[in-house]
């Protein structure tokens, strides 16, 4: 007599690709972060009672999204593009579940450490583990036989600098010293993501762009990459040891280059198509932003303090945010089996933090009196869009493909 076995029950939906789990917990974790930024920033000008932090205001909104937010969805996207870039099979969810379980909790406990002393770094632990284990996994992805592995190598290197930034994160939250707060908002910044960023928009922006826009010449030098990338290293290099008044001489041509790549790449005519043309006008917020951390540089020579925080958020609010909607509804609308168009509500959004990223930079030049509330209108402007697209976009995680494969 025969015995028949079952078969192993298939795994939640969440869990059938890696950019599913990892855009849903990053999308979750982006409103979290950025609600409890809203509160602190309300409590900033009277509308409620301030929250007692166990660390600076400030040093938690950096910590949050720079370690927590950017790099979920950074890690959703590579652990799906980077085997494709590199002719590999697909990463097996036995590979990447347990580092996002470690993630996942780990965030969950230094969020309550925020509150909580001692549970900060006990959560930072458990987050540096999840991220060794992502990285392990691109690392072997990477670091394969194929020759044309330049783009692959290079965000994985970054990312092993942002493993770094943890690690000062978490010597912050053990010593209290804020030298290794600095240096974690560093590496995190022109180390980890802005490398990543960059290469991923030199490698992807005109390959879509060219099966997009007619007549188009695909213009990806790798001189671009070690001017910009090299650039970003410099800058953060200068910054942690304390010759950030220094950074405009690798700016201005890094600045020149990205609105050289800019132009290059054809942004007017990607307009035509708007999930192309957000990540043309998000890449354009590169130049502009090393464009003002250039101006910046230049007026401090002559004694002037100008613009603030301006450059750097038009980097993180403008750049990285911008790249990452754009980047992460294509990957999204792709891998669900719909069609590659961006409707009518995802565009809307991405002008509306157009207009989130114009406020906040605004917000570093309008009198003193008023930043505050400058930035509070910057943070709910940013929790509206993405709040809004998280009801558009997090559900389809929770769903099958539409044309029945797997993924």
């Known amino acids: ?26 999308g979750v974790m982006l409103l979290v972060a950025f609600v409890l930024w809203a509160v602190e920033l309300a409590g900033r000008v009277g509308a409620v009672a301030p929250l007692p932090w166990t660390l600076p205001p400030g040093w938690m909104h950096a910590l949050l999204v720079l370690a927590g937010v950017f790099p979920l969805f950074m890690f959703g996207f590579l652990l799906t593009a980077m085997p494709r870039w590199q002719g590999a099979q697909d990463v097996p969810a036995a590979a990447w ?15 309550l450490g925020l509150w909580i002393p001692g549970l900060l770094a006990a959560g930072l632990l458990l987050v540096l583990a999840g991220w060794g284990g992502v990285l392990r996994v691109l690392w072997g992805v990477a670091f394969n036989d194929n020759p044309d592995s330049l783009h692959a190598r290079l965000v994985t290197t970054a990312l092993a600098a942002g493993g770094f930034g943890v690690l000062a994160w978490f010597v912050f939250a053990i010593t209290g010293d804020g030298v290794w707060a600095r240096v974690a908002i560093s590496l995190g910044v022109w ?90 006008i998000g890449f354009a917020w590169l130049g502009i932003a090393f464009l003002l951390s250039t101006l910046q540089g230049v007026a401090a020579l002559f004694g002037h303090a100008w613009l ?27 891998h669900s089996g719909g069609k590659l168009v961006a409707d009518k509500l995802t565009w809307s959004l991405f002008l509306g933090l157009e207009l989130v990223v114009v406020v906040r930079v605004a917000g570093e030049l309008v009198p003193p009196s008023w930043s505050s509330g400058v930035m509070l209108a910057a943070a709910l402007g940013w929790i509206g869009v993405f709040g809004l697209w998280g009801t558009r976009y997090l559900p389809v995680y929770l769903r099958p493909r539409s044309d029945g494969r797997p993924g």
């Open 191 to 280: 180390w980890c993501l802005l490398p990543v960023f960059f290469t991923v928009c030199h490698r992807m922006i005109p390959f879509f762009s060219s099966n997009i826009v007619k007549d188009y010449v695909v213009v990806r030098p790798r001189w671009a990459l070690g001017i910009v990338l090299g650039a970003s290293v410099i800058h953060g290099a200068l910054t942690m040891a304390g010759f950030g008044a220094m950074t405009w001489i690798v700016d201005a041509p890094a600045a020149a280059t990205a609105l050289w790549l800019s132009v290059q790449w054809r942004l007017v005519p990607a307009l035509r198509v708007p999930l192309l043309g957000m990540l043309h």
């Open 1 to 26: 007599m025969q015995t028949q076995t079952k078969a192993a029950p298939a795994p939640p939906i969440l869990f059938a690709a890696p950019h599913r789990t990892m855009f849903f917990s990053g």
């Open 308 to 334: 603030g925080l301006a450059p750097l958020h038009a980097l993180g609010v403008g750049f990285f945010g911008s790249v990452l909607l754009g980047m992460v509804s294509r990957v999204t609308l792709g």
């Open 97 to 111: 579940l347990l580092p996002w379980r470690l993630l996942v909790a780990g965030w969950a406990v230094a969020t």
